[in-house]
């Protein structure tokens, strides 16, 4: 007989990994991803390729070469998924050197500078892609059409986004009749980066997410929700913001509530802080949109929000047992 | 269906022998009753190397209110009185008794026939209360908490229900589900007795519905008495917890420790308990022998044993086919909370409600990762902490974080480690967090009353 | 021009206004603290071990003016800095400074992976007080060094390290300050602080079994088994006791004879730091024993 092992209990363990959760996240990645590769073709194969190779290779280079870590966590699958929701974050036209400098940015100084996975305060791919958006507006703006499936000389044009920017700034509600139909945008025949542009396949993945307890509902619904009830509200004071369908459906919205804040390392711990953080990115990404000089402020309202977890993860905590004693309780 | 209102986890059942008849193991060639069977001051030896004893004689007696006596389950010669190495995997005092034919004590009544409370009219709080004590009854579910001191309110404490566990959470344990098939009009009884002893007019028995056979048969044992109901409840650990399953069966809440159920006007007592504060009372049997589940994948044959106390393990697992080659892991109780045993050689005692063999592959923990701060485990946690940060503050020493943050509320259910995904010991650290604040809590009590 | 006065004029007056700000803050928010502390504070090592009980060496400074103002500085020692440090204390507090033999900690267990067994495995976070909450720990013996390295992690000097061949706890001596930290995170209680000795001399009994001699013997080839054998050598000096089948020398009475140490049929006493030992016949203190 092998020598018998002794161990505090539990004895047994559900079965979940860190691989099963990030490759789960993957998965569902997986519909909006080949409806990238439908509208956009070659330019989101090279795109997608690019950011996930060059971000697995970083990490591994500054695990073995800077950390000298003996184990190389690459396969853990949180670098696949940063690499993949940098991919998606990124217009298909974008040159590869831009590409692998987010995705060196990404890894390099927005994770492993904090000591690797779960110790990163900002959601990496996040940090890469604002990184690019700041140092190179002009490539990073030029958002080709769906249906455009070349890498280079692709067609380009206005995305929704920068229409609805247009219309508040002109004052002119008028501009907005150029916005492509609700169901186009649903679907992503639309312009935009490459994982944006599909809602229905977004929130489809999400769903799946759901479905395998891999996140909870409280931050997609709570930022959609949020997100909803203002423009609605600004639709209805004045026509010149748009309708809330379009609003929801535009962008980076899906993306960034379904897989971008839910990132398990950088949102808070607790069901209420989790609900305090949907909001307020809700909040931040209305008005960064609607009044701020960038026409998408999805990442930005993420980024700040993030730097919050830690304060939100301090005040907030779970409601204990026996705090609130049941209603026929006596004493 | 009705639960707990927060976390919990739901494991592999397992339940491998589930529906397997109980059956009477052996009796053992040398039995070893430990003083320490119970939670409290240990019980005083009050026998000699010599002394013959047969079942039922006294071995140790209670030393003190919360503590409790011991019997011996076998008839025989005391042949030392040593130290041994009891179920918590520590060396402590211990009867040794060689057996020799098997001879009861002639108060024992040994028929297996129905006696019920209205044939005993005579039977007052107070005197059941008396039988319950000197029969050394504990916690069967595995607390070993003196009965007694359950049944005897504090002053200003005035209980409302009796709340029977019959909802055997842990994955693989199937004794109290065979004792119910088998002794359903027994239990009853040991309920009403309860509910008599600490004057209350309202019992309940919450049961699984992954026991839907029990569920049925207690319903209709229980139709003539109007005063019990069957509760079943939705599958979910730690149900069987104290604090979890007087939420879910009358929904209240016991508040943080040091707040006990009394508080919130429950008594809860585990079905083998009740089985056996029938047997006391009714029977006259002090505690000698209890349902014990022998299982685990790799063994041949899982079984439902009824066994004396003191019966060494490895007389149970031969009994259940042997101990399989590839065994990695011994675990006294169920998985989620039982205790690694270091040896076979290891004694029953009254808590064990089971003995879990469990394989190499299985035994192993898989590799620790970092945090991921997926908060899994603040969703699994019954108790409404944050296991993440308590396991943290633990093993950084921050203890008086530790303790605002409510360390000693946890139950140590293992329901975070169970769950997370990177495999980090968070209970270990808990534990060790949670036994150093439990101490410094008790010096600062002790020098403000000095 | 004009450009440049309006940059100049308001980060001026930024700075102004914010260094107004920060004057009457630390005017109003002031604690007042007696300067002593920090006079005190300044000759302590600054290791922050917490050996004297207190919080860090700026605790024990707080304390040491405390203490002195009651007259005292009896009850205080800092162990790492030794007499040297305590005397500097004593002098800018206008006293006289308690003398205090210097400790060392020493690791009351022999029970390496070949005298005792590891029988089971433990799989857990590594802690030794974790892994002594499974109740025997991997051996046999439920005093023995558990080899987790509980006391390395807490010890700033370096100074206890656990021997991955042996699985024991090893003090190097030129290193331990003797200010019991890990004396106090050992579970088990095996780490007792001895005086250093002179020449750091000492003799000591290795072993903190307290099981009856048969069990004791099973669980480790050098248990102390508490036969007396030790105790009735030393009924000169009476420096060894016996307590719960182990015995004990006190540092004290010892007279670093080293008899015990050849008495032993355990080898559980070892002596320290002694030169090897001469041919037999040429030992005085043996002739002096017999006399």
């Avoid at chain 2, 140790?60 to 179920?87: H, Q, R, T, W």
Wanted: with cysteine; aromatic share 6%; glycine share 10%.
């Amino acid at each position: 007989m092998n020598r018998l092992i002794v161990s505090l209990s539990p004895h047994v363990h559900s079965g979940d990994s860190v691989q099963k959760n990030m490759y789960g996240v993957c998965i569902a990645l997986v519909p909006a991803m080949i409806a990238s590769l439908y509208f956009f073709g070659l330019g989101a194969a090279v795109v997608m390729l690019t950011s996930v190779v060059s971000c697995v290779l970083f990490e591994w280079a500054v695990t073995r070469f800077i950390l000298r870590r003996e184990k190389v966590t690459v396969w853990d699958g949180s670098a696949i998924l940063t690499g993949i929701l940098l991919g998606f974050n990124l217009p298909s036209t974008l040159p590869v050197w831009i590409i692998v400098i987010g995705a060196m940015v990404a890894i390099c100084i927005g994770k492993m500078t904090f000591g690797g996975l779960g110790q990163n305060p900002f959601n990496p791919a996040l940090v890469g892609r604002v990184f690019l958006l700041i140092s190179f507006p002009a490539q990073m703006t030029i958002w080709p059409v769906s249906g455009s499936v070349a890498y280079v000389d692709a067609e380009t044009a206005a995305t929704p986004l920068s229409i609805m920017q247009n219309a508040i700034t002109e004052g002119d509600s008028g501009i907005l009749s150029q916005l492509p139909d609700s169901l186009d945008m649903l679907v992503g025949r639309t312009g935009g980066s490459l994982g944006e542009v599909s809602a229905i396949l977004l929130l489809l993945g999400c769903a799946f997410m759901l479905v395998r307890k891999i996140i909870t509902w409280h931050i997609p619904v709570s930022i959609l929700g949020t997100v909803a009830v203002l423009s609605a509200v600004l639709h209805v004071a004045d026509p010149v913001y748009a309708s809330p369908v379009a609003v929801l459906c535009s962008g980076g919205l899906m993306l960034g509530a379904c897989f971008m804040a839910t990132d398990y390392v950088t949102s808070p711990m607790v069901p209420k802080g989790q609900l305090i953080y949907g909001v307020s990115i809700g909040i931040l990404t209305v008005v960064i949109r609607n009044w701020g000089s960038y026409p998408e402020g999805m990442s930005f309202a993420i980024l700040i929000m993030n730097a919050f977890t830690p304060l939100i993860n301090t005040y907030c905590k779970p409601k204990r047992f026996g705090e609130k004693p049941g209603k026929e309780a006596a004493k | 269906m009705k639960t707990f209102s927060m976390g919990g986890v739901h494991p592999e059942e397992n339940k491998l022998s589930a529906g397997c008849p109980i059956r009477q193991a052996a009796l053992p060639k040398q039995a070893v009753f430990s003083m320490f069977q119970h939670i409290g001051a240990p019980a005083v030896p009050v026998v000699k190397k010599g002394d013959v004893v047969k079942v039922g004689t006294l071995l140790g007696e209670a030393n003190g209110f919360v503590s409790a006596p011991i019997y011996s389950s076998v008839s025989g010669k005391v042949s030392k009185v040593d130290v041994a190495l009891d179920a918590s995997d520590t060396r402590r005092m211990a009867v040794y008794v060689d057996v020799e034919g098997d001879e009861w004590e002639d108060s024992i009544d040994r028929s297996t026939d129905l006696v019920k409370l209205s044939d005993r009219p005579e039977l007052d709080s107070k005197a059941i209360i008396d039988k319950v004590k000197a029969a050394g009854i504990v916690g069967m579910g595995g607390a070993t908490f003196p009965c007694h001191v359950k049944l005897c309110p504090p002053p200003g404490q005035k209980a409302e229900c009796v709340i029977i566990n019959a909802v055997e959470c842990e994955p693989y344990l199937t004794a109290d589900h065979s004792l119910m098939l088998e002794h359903a009009a027994e239990i009853l009884v040991g309920v009403k007795l309860i509910m008599k002893a600490v004057n209350v007019q309202k019992g309940y028995i919450g049961i699984e519905n992954n026991k839907p056979d029990a569920i049925r048969l207690m319903k209709e044992t229980a139709a003539e008495y109007p005063d019990i109901e069957i509760v079943p409840l939705k599958v979910q650990y730690p149900q069987g917890g104290e604090k979890q399953l007087i939420d879910a069966v009358i929904g209240r809440q016991v508040p943080a420790p040091p707040a006990i159920p009394i508080n919130v006007g429950a008594v809860v007592q585990n079905v083998g308990t009740a089985f056996a504060i029938y047997e006391a009372v009714m029977k006259n049997k002090p505690l000698i022998s209890r349902v014990i589940t022998v299982t685990g994948k790799s063994l041949k044959n899982p079984s439902n044993l009824m066994a004396r106390l003191g019966t060494p393990f490895s007389q149970l697992i031969d009994e259940c086919g042997g101990l399989p080659a590839d065994t990695g892991k011994i675990i006294g109780g169920g998985p989620m909370m039982g205790k690694a045993l270091i040896s076979t050689d290891i004694p029953m005692t009254k808590g064990s409600s089971g003995l879990l063999i469990m394989n190499d592959k299985e035994a192993r923990r898989a590799k620790v990762e970092p945090c991921i701060r997926c908060a899994k485990c603040v969703g699994a946690c019954p108790m409404g902490l944050e296991p993440y940060l308590l396991s943290t503050l633990s093993s950084q020493h921050v203890w008086d974080r530790a303790e605002a943050e409510g360390i000693t509320s946890c139950i140590e259910c293992g329901s975070c480690a169970f769950t997370c995904p990177s495999h980090r010991p968070l209970l270990d650290n808990i534990r060790l967090g949670k036994t150093t604040v439990m101490g410094i809590i008790r010096s600062r009590a002790a020098a403000a009353k000095s | 021009m004009n450009v440049i006065l309006i940059a100049v004029c308001v980060l001026g007056g930024i700075g102004l206004i914010s260094a107004a700000v920060l004057f009457i803050a630390s005017k109003k928010f002031a604690v007042w603290e007696d300067p002593r502390i920090k006079e005190v504070n300044e000759v302590l090592p600054q290791a922050n071990c917490g050996g004297c009980g207190y919080p860090g060496c700026a605790g024990f400074a707080g304390a040491c003016v405390k203490a002195a103002e009651d007259g005292s500085l009896s009850d205080l020692n800092c162990a790492p800095g030794g007499q040297a440090v305590m005397e500097k204390v004593a002098a800018i507090l206008g006293l006289q400074a308690s003398a205090a033999a210097p400790k060392v900690a020493v690791v009351r267990c022999q029970g390496t992976c070949d005298v005792r067994p590891h029988g089971v495995e433990f799989d857990g976070a590594h802690s030794c007080r974790i892994q002594n909450m499974t109740g025997m720990g991997e051996t046999l013996c439920q005093y023995g060094c558990l080899g987790e390295g509980d006391c390395a992690a807490v010890c700033l000097f370096g100074a206890i390290t656990v021997n991955p061949a042996t699985r024991i706890a090893e003090v190097d001596e030129s290193k331990c300050t003797g200010c019991g930290a890990c004396a106090k995170t050992c579970p088990r209680g095996i780490i007792e602080l001895r005086p250093q000795g002179p020449k750091g001399r000492k003799v000591v009994v290795l072993c903190n079994n307290k099981d009856k001699g048969a069990l004791a013997t099973k669980e480790c080839k050098v248990s102390c088994i508490g036969c007396g054998k030790c105790v009735k050598t030393c009924d000169k000096f009476e420096a060894i006791t016996l307590g719960t089948n182990l015995a004990h020398i006190d540092p004290d009475k010892c007279k670093l004879c080293r008899k015990c140490e050849e008495a032993c049929p355990r080898g559980a006493i070892k002596a320290f730091n002694f030169p090897p030992r001469k041919p037999k016949v040429e030992e005085p203190v043996k002739e002096e024993g017999k006399a």
